[in-house]
């Protein structure tokens, strides 16, 4: 029923909301530095719900599959958010810098749809790198 | 004075300066502000003051086009016509609208805005709506929580509801008591007929369903028998021009447009429901420019319809449990239930429920723990196809008139309008922390369906106004090209249709028309006004 399809969705409703609450859940697993993503950027520190995070990230790098690399989803990040700068100046910058680029992408229209949801690229290329790591 | 066609003598022919086919929206607003003259005014209707089911069923014919209610049930044939269950919800176009827009083919009225503006003043009144003010800003705190969009996305528009007005009742005894207004029931107006070089109207020939017959001889005839009707009518007066009046150049009938209407969105909230109140109607406010009923609609900024070459549109926002047919329908009886009335048509309303049981229950669950959700549906302008048309069909009513076949047609640009509107409001939404939007399956499909489809009932564009005859059937001042003293009023005249609920412009071109026609039977009659 066309109705429920929001809760049944393949990025279920609890994931995305988690996922997404947003960009600004405390780090729930400890992160190590293994994967070439810079340390400030390790979305283990970012998202609170790695798996619905990851399935949106697949989602997305199933559109952007030339975005696939973690170095090259994170030297996006830093360039839109300047993230760079905060270096390991904690989570809390961090996200706040996140934050703001997202709102930046919703007012310039830098948005994808997946699942029918809207994101901000910021955030789905947030989720990409979770998905790759 | 209000009469039955039946205190007539039968086979009579009724003398008018101007004889007025159809006792709607239009065609009361027209007799009403002509009332008073020296003029002696006839307004001819299908029906009694009340329904009647055989003059109802005059009113039906074939769809065969994208799915439409029944045209029966689409509109209603007694004094008063369909205002005798609109909902009074109101907006007056933009002045984009009246454009001729690049992007927009066929678009472009003869009209500004600016030249309408008066008419829209009266036709407020009219409407018994509040000031006509639709500027947000002229509203200041007295419509509180209005979303500060970015605004050369998205602006917000406001509409005003009426009580709603129904016409018949209300300006019934304004008719009557008026000594130049003669009100003609029962009487249907079957031929409209022309002089041998079809350049003036004759007379009007009139039936009732009882099988009593007459005619009527006017000095000049509006037709106002609603979007639908007026071209069956124009069309079936055939018997000196073959394609019908006013249809030399293969108009009337066409460019049907109505305001196609669908949920095609929803939003997990990220505030209260209550935040956004301004947006879900029957908002009461009262400012410097007086008080009025308003709800507001995001809707798209004339910039962007520029920038990517959109329509207009304008998205309704609402909220509840849950969206699905069988909830919904569960809150309205609930809701005429709780107001001590009998829903409409409970029948139909169980069936919807029983059909949509998933539906119910997850409405019912999520009522239960107080979980709401946002949703969205467009009002979006349809673009004007010369395919989307009103012809005659083979069959015929009991007046032995040939029915309506409605072929209503969508564009591609219809949809991509409603689609890049809804993202803009979610991507709104999520950028001003309001909540985050999830777009239906079928909107996101890149063609041309529409599902569940909800229509307006608002029918337009089938006899299309254009100062150049190649283009439209009738000229700015609502006169059918080529004949001098035939006139159409309506939503009929509108080339294109914004996304605006259509009766207050209806109106406002009825008032604008009644101008023309005193400055006109002014100067055949000789004198003044009169009073
Ligand atoms: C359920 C519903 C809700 C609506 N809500 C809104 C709303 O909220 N806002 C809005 O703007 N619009 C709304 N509308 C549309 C609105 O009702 C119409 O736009 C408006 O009534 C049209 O006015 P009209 O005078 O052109 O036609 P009508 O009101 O339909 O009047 C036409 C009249 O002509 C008569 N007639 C027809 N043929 C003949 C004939 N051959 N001889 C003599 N008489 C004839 C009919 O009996 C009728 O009385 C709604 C419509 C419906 C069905």
């Given at each position: 029923?066309?109705?429920?399809?929001?809760?049944?969705?393949?990025?279920?409703?609890?994931?995305?909301?988690?996922?997404?609450?947003?960009?600004?859940?405390?780090?729930?697993?400890?992160?190590?530095?293994?994967?070439?993503?810079?340390?400030?950027?390790?979305?283990?520190?970012?998202?609170?719900?790695?798996?619905?995070?990851?399935?949106?990230?697949?989602?997305?790098?199933?559109?952007?599959?030339?975005?696939?690399?973690?170095?090259?989803?994170?030297?996006?990040?830093?360039?839109?958010?300047?993230?760079?700068?905060?270096?390991?100046?904690?989570?809390?910058?961090?996200?706040?810098?996140?934050?703001?680029?997202?709102?930046?992408?919703?007012?310039?229209?830098?948005?994808?749809?997946?699942?029918?949801?809207?994101?901000?690229?910021?955030?789905?290329?947030?989720?990409?790198?979770?998905?790759?790591? | 004075?209000?009469?039955?066609?039946?205190?007539?003598?039968?086979?009579?022919?009724?003398?008018?300066?101007?004889?007025?086919?159809?006792?709607?929206?239009?065609?009361?607003?027209?007799?009403?502000?002509?009332?008073?003259?020296?003029?002696?005014?006839?307004?001819?209707?299908?029906?009694?003051?009340?329904?009647?089911?055989?003059?109802?069923?005059?009113?039906?014919?074939?769809?065969?086009?994208?799915?439409?209610?029944?045209?029966?049930?689409?509109?209603?044939?007694?004094?008063?016509?369909?205002?005798?269950?609109?909902?009074?919800?109101?907006?007056?176009?933009?002045?984009?609208?009246?454009?001729?827009?690049?992007w927009?083919p066929?678009?472009?009225?003869?009209?500004?805005?600016?030249?309408?503006?008066?008419?829209?003043?009266?036709?407020?009144?009219?409407?018994?709506?509040?000031?006509?003010?639709?500027?947000?800003?002229?509203?200041?705190?007295?419509?509180?929580?209005?979303?500060?969009?970015?605004?050369?996305?998205?602006?917000?528009?406001?509409?005003?509801?009426?009580?709603?007005?129904?016409?018949?009742?209300?300006?019934?005894?304004?008719?009557?008591?008026?000594?130049?207004?003669?009100?003609?029931?029962?009487?249907?107006?079957?031929?409209?007929?022309?002089?041998?070089?079809?350049?003036?109207?004759?007379?009007?020939?009139?039936?009732?369903?009882?099988?009593?017959?007459?005619?009527?001889?006017?000095?000049?005839?509006?037709?106002?028998?609603?979007?639908?009707?007026?071209?069956?009518?124009?069309?079936?007066?055939?018997?000196?021009?073959?394609?019908?009046?006013?249809?030399?150049?293969?108009?009337?009938?066409?460019?049907?447009?109505?305001?196609p209407?669908?949920?095609?969105?929803?939003?997990?909230?990220?505030?209260?429901?209550?935040?956004?109140?301004?947006?879900?109607?029957?908002?009461?406010?009262?400012?410097?420019?007086?008080?009025?009923?308003?709800?507001?609609?995001?809707?798209?900024?004339?910039?962007?319809?520029?920038?990517?070459g959109l329509l207009?549109?304008?998205?309704?926002?609402?909220?509840?449990?849950?969206?699905?047919?069988?909830?919904?329908?569960?809150?309205?009886?609930?809701?005429?239930?709780?107001?001590?009335?009998?829903?409409?048509?409970?029948?139909?309303?169980?069936?919807?429920?029983?059909?949509?049981?998933?539906?119910?229950?997850?409405?019912?669950?999520?009522?239960?723990?107080?979980?709401?959700?946002?949703?969205?549906?467009?009002?979006?302008?349809q673009a004007?196809n010369?395919?989307?048309?009103?012809?005659?069909?083979?069959?015929?009513?009991?007046?032995?008139?040939?029915?309506?076949?409605?072929?209503?047609r969508l564009s591609p640009l219809d949809k991509i309008t409603a689609r890049r509107?809804?993202?803009?409001?979610?991507?709104?939404?999520?950028?001003?922390?309001?909540?985050?939007?999830?777009?239906?399956?079928?909107?996101?499909a890149d063609d041309t369906t529409w599902?569940?489809?909800?229509?307006?009932?608002?029918?337009?564009?089938?006899?299309?106004?254009?100062?150049?005859?190649?283009?439209?059937?009738?000229?700015?001042?609502?006169?059918?090209?080529?004949?001098?003293?035939?006139?159409?009023?309506?939503?009929?005249?509108?080339?294109?249709?914004?996304?605006?609920?259509?009766?207050?412009?209806?109106?406002?071109?009825?008032?604008?028309?009644?101008?023309?026609?005193?400055?006109?039977?002014?100067?055949?009659?000789?004198?003044?006004?009169?009073?």
């Amino acid at each position: 029923m066309r109705d429920m399809q929001p809760f049944r969705s393949a990025v279920p409703r609890r994931w995305l909301l988690a996922a997404l609450a947003t960009v600004l859940a405390s780090p729930a697993v400890p992160w190590a530095d293994r994967r070439g993503a810079p340390r400030h950027l390790r979305p283990e520190r970012l998202l609170s719900d790695l798996g619905g995070a990851r399935a949106i990230g697949r989602q997305y790098l199933a559109l952007a599959p030339q975005e696939a690399a973690p170095g090259l989803l994170a030297r996006c990040l830093d360039a839109g958010t300047g993230a760079g700068a905060c270096g390991d100046a904690g989570p809390e910058r961090l996200r706040r810098a996140l934050d703001e680029q997202r709102r930046r992408d919703f007012a310039a229209g830098d948005t994808v749809v997946i699942d029918g949801w809207i994101l901000a690229r910021t955030e789905a290329r947030l989720c990409a790198l979770a998905a790759l790591g | 004075m209000i009469r039955d066609f039946h205190e007539h003598a039968d086979g009579a022919t009724i003398e008018a300066d101007l004889c007025i086919v159809g006792a709607g929206a239009a065609g009361i607003t027209l007799a009403h502000e002509l009332r008073n003259s020296r003029r002696r005014v006839l307004l001819v209707e299908s029906g009694g003051l009340d329904a009647d089911a055989a003059t109802q069923e005059l009113y039906a014919g074939e769809n065969v086009g994208m799915p439409y209610p029944p045209l029966d049930t689409a509109r209603l044939r007694f004094f008063g016509g369909t205002t005798n269950h609109w909902d009074g919800h109101c907006a007056p176009l933009d002045a984009i609208d009246f454009e001729k827009r690049r992007w927009v083919p066929h678009s472009g009225w003869p009209l500004t805005r600016a030249d309408l503006a008066p008419a829209y003043e009266r036709a407020q009144v009219m409407c018994e709506l509040g000031p006509c003010e639709y500027r947000p800003e002229r509203w200041g705190d007295a419509l509180p929580g209005l979303i500060d969009f970015e605004s050369r996305r998205l602006v917000n528009r406001l509409w005003q509801f009426g009580p709603p007005t129904r016409f018949g009742r209300h300006y019934r005894d304004a008719l009557n008591d008026a000594a130049n207004v003669e009100v003609l029931l029962n009487a249907n107006v079957v031929e409209i007929v022309v002089n041998d070089e079809a350049t003036a109207v004759r007379k009007l020939r009139l039936r009732s369903l009882e099988g009593r017959s007459g005619a009527i001889r006017p000095r000049t005839v509006v037709v106002a028998c609603g979007g639908i009707e007026n071209a069956r009518l124009l069309l079936a007066s055939d018997r000196v021009m073959k394609n019908g009046l006013g249809n030399a150049n293969d108009l009337v009938g066409r460019f049907f447009q109505e305001h196609p209407h669908a949920i095609f969105a929803f939003a997990v909230p990220a505030v209260p429901i209550d935040r956004l109140g301004v947006y879900y109607g029957n908002f009461a406010a009262r400012g410097e420019a007086g008080a009025a009923v308003f709800q507001a609609k995001p809707g798209l900024s004339e910039d962007i319809q520029r920038r990517e070459g959109l329509l207009n549109c304008c998205i309704d926002v609402g909220w509840g449990y849950q969206r699905s047919p069988g909830y919904l329908k569960f809150r309205a009886v609930a809701k005429s239930l709780a107001q001590g009335r009998m829903p409409r048509d409970l029948g139909h309303a169980v069936l919807t429920m029983a059909g949509d049981l998933g539906g119910l229950a997850e409405g019912l669950y999520r009522r239960a723990r107080d979980q709401n959700v946002f949703w969205f549906a467009c009002s979006v302008e349809q673009a004007p196809n010369p395919d989307s048309r009103v012809t005659l069909a083979a069959e015929r009513d009991a007046l032995g008139l040939p029915r309506v076949r409605l072929d209503w047609r969508l564009s591609p640009l219809d949809k991509i309008t409603a689609r890049r509107a809804c993202r803009l409001v979610g991507e709104e939404f999520a950028r001003l922390g309001l909540g985050r939007m999830r777009l239906d399956d079928w909107l996101l499909a890149d063609d041309t369906t529409w599902q569940d489809m909800d229509v307006r009932y608002h029918h337009m564009g089938t006899t299309r106004m254009s100062d150049d005859p190649k283009r439209g059937v009738v000229d700015r001042h609502c006169r059918v090209h080529g004949i001098d003293n035939l006139y159409v009023a309506g939503s009929s005249v509108f080339p294109t249709s914004g996304y605006a609920n259509p009766t207050l412009t209806i109106v406002a071109m009825a008032v604008r028309l009644a101008d023309h026609l005193t400055d006109r039977l002014a100067d055949r009659l000789g004198g003044g006004n009169g009073g």
